[in-house]
């Protein structure tokens, strides 16, 4: 039998840890996905996903910085991807301070629909606890950033994409839902998904739609060039939105934009490859 020093032990103890509590580990997908910097480009077509619920948008527009407060909303982003990178890359402690400090926020979202949506008449209340909820923005999360590496770094197998939702539901337990809720593969995903959508309760509204030009045009660029920048910005997100919510956000996705971002996922996969990590990589995966 082989004995391990001290620090072997520390280490093989910290990586059980890592794998109990996090999203799996060094050698996880979570990790392979979830370190790419460009990945956060698939992030804008996720939050339309979720937005298209009207529970989810209802305690958006009550309760978000991002509508209440526009010059906050680089420092609301910052702070959203530096809790996906501690859930991710985190220490133990790291990961339960940020899930309790999630739950935190989550406390203080809640209240009623102000007018009917689809088929949720007004009144309806909502609350960020909800697990319903809950399970629609973490099923988004899982279904745009893998297809976001596809596109602008690799190849994802199946058996990868089924470990990467598998290695997500650790947040089951850390954010108060039932243990089983979330889907665990990839297949799990996509019928959860179809009923959600067949069932109705996807609707895109006037607000929806005000909204979504907010979150593609986040910050106002002065001059007249500004159009071709947004528009060039925005292609990512369109062009990653399943096609049914694309068309109900009546987001224009013709030869031109599909030229325009295949070209660019090309030099983007082309160019990964030689860039150092220090460039390539978010600094809590290097640590």
Not at 146 to 160: A, H, M
Not at 233 to 261: D, F, H, K, M
């Amino acid at each position: 039998m082989i004995e391990l020093s001290a620090n072997q032990q520390v280490a093989a103890a910290q990586q059980t840890a890592y794998e109990r509590l996090s999203l799996g580990g060094p050698n996880s997908v979570a990790w392979k996905i979830n370190r790419e910097i460009v990945v956060l480009l698939g992030w804008s077509a996720a939050v339309l996903m979720q937005l298209a619920h009207p529970l989810v948008l209802a305690g958006v527009l009550d309760h978000s910085v991002f509508v209440a407060e526009p010059r906050r909303r680089l420092e609301r982003l910052r702070s959203t991807v530096e809790s996906m990178l501690l859930l991710t890359f985190g220490s133990p402690e790291d990961v339960r301070r940020t899930a309790n400090k999630i739950n935190g926020i989550h406390d203080r979202v809640h209240g009623r629909l102000r007018r009917q949506a689809g088929p949720l008449p007004a009144g309806t209340h909502y609350s960020a606890h909800d697990p319903e909820l809950l399970r629609w923005v973490h099923a988004t999360l899982i279904d745009v950033l893998p297809r976001t590496y596809r596109v602008f770094v690799g190849p994802l197998s199946r058996e990868e994409v089924d470990a990467y939702c598998a290695e997500a539901t650790v947040v089951e337990s850390l954010l108060g839902m039932p243990r089983g809720y979330l889907p665990k593969s990839s297949a799990e995903l996509r019928s959860y998904m179809d009923d959600t959508y067949a069932s109705g309760v996807i609707t895109v509204t006037d607000e929806t739609r005000w909204l979504a030009g907010e979150v593609l045009r986040p910050i106002p660029l002065p001059g007249k060039l500004h159009w071709a920048v947004d528009w060039l910005g925005a292609l990512p997100t369109i062009g990653l939105l399943p096609a049914q919510v694309r068309q109900a956000y009546n987001l224009s996705w013709g030869t031109a934009e599909r030229a325009c971002l295949r070209a660019g996922s090309a030099i983007l996969r082309g160019a990964l490859p030689l860039a150092p990590s220090l460039l390539r990589h978010w600094p809590a995966s290097r640590r």
